[in-house]
Structure formats: structure tokens, C-alpha cells
């Protein structure tokens, strides 16, 4: 069992950055696969980042690649995505979510999420 809780989610300029925490609770955080999906209103929830267990691999989607950075430390129980360059289009509520296994780009795949935190970006 995993609980997930995020968090500096808020309201910047374009062209800004923020750093969203995901902390988790549970023994086996560091067997997880750790995603970041994000859900604009009116929209479809969508994958943001991913990194697997050991951080040897990570997986971005199209339009986040080069400005997102997706991190963890399996010490501290946490992981980050650092959002650089952020656009008007990037505001969403943003949800991190935990899978032990599977196709790391669908939701479908995690079994455990957040609560989600609110980035805004304004133009």
C-alpha cells in the first residue's frame, strides 16, 4: 500500500518554473514506478512524466520534453518534477501516481494516486 501526497503546485508567470513533491508513505515506495499525469478542465486526464524504480529510466511526453524533469529520492520517500518554461497550456491539476508494473504512459497502469495540486500559469 502506497499513499501519495503532492504538493508546490500554484500560480506563475509564463515562462516561470515550479517544482511539484509527491510524497510517499509505505515501505515499498522504492519498488514503484512513479508517474505524473496532469488534467486541464474539460480534458482528459494525460501523462505528464515517469521514472522507474532505480531512476534508469525516465519517459516524457511530447510536450513537456526538455522543459520537465522527473526525479526521485528512495531515501526521503519523494519525487519531484521540476517544470521549467512553463506555457499558459500547462495549467492542469497535477496528480502523481505510483504502479508496480506496466505501460508506464497509460493511467490505467498505476494503482495508486494522489490528491493532486493546481498549477497555474498565466500569460
Known amino acids: 500500500q502506497v499513499q501519495l501526497v503532492e504538493s508546490g503546485g500554484g500560480l506563475v508567470q509564463a515562462g516561470g518554473s515550479l517544482r511539484l513533491s509527491c510524497a510517499a508513505s509505505?515501505?515499498?515506495?522504492?519498488?514503484?514506478?512513479l508517474g505524473w499525469f496532469r488534467q486541464a478542465p474539460g480534458q482528459e486526464r494525460e501523462f505528464v512524466a515517469a521514472i522507474t524504480w532505480n531512476s534508469g529510466g525516465t519517459y516524457y511526453a511530447q510536450s513537456v520534453k526538455g522543459r520537465f524533469t522527473i526525479s526521485r529520492d528512495n531515501a526521503k520517500n519523494t519525487a519531484y518534477l521540476q517544470m521549467d518554461s512553463l506555457k499558459a497550456e500547462d495549467t492542469a491539476v497535477y496528480y502523481c501516481?505510483?504502479?508496480?508494473?506496466?505501460?508506464?504512459?497509460?493511467?490505467?497502469?498505476?494503482?495508486?494516486w494522489g490528491q493532486g495540486t493546481q498549477v497555474t500559469i498565466s500569460s
Open positions: 509505505g515501505r515499498t515506495f522504492s519498488s514503484y514506478i
Open positions: 501516481a505510483a504502479a508496480g508494473s506496466g505501460f508506464v504512459y497509460s493511467a490505467s497502469s498505476y494503482d495508486y
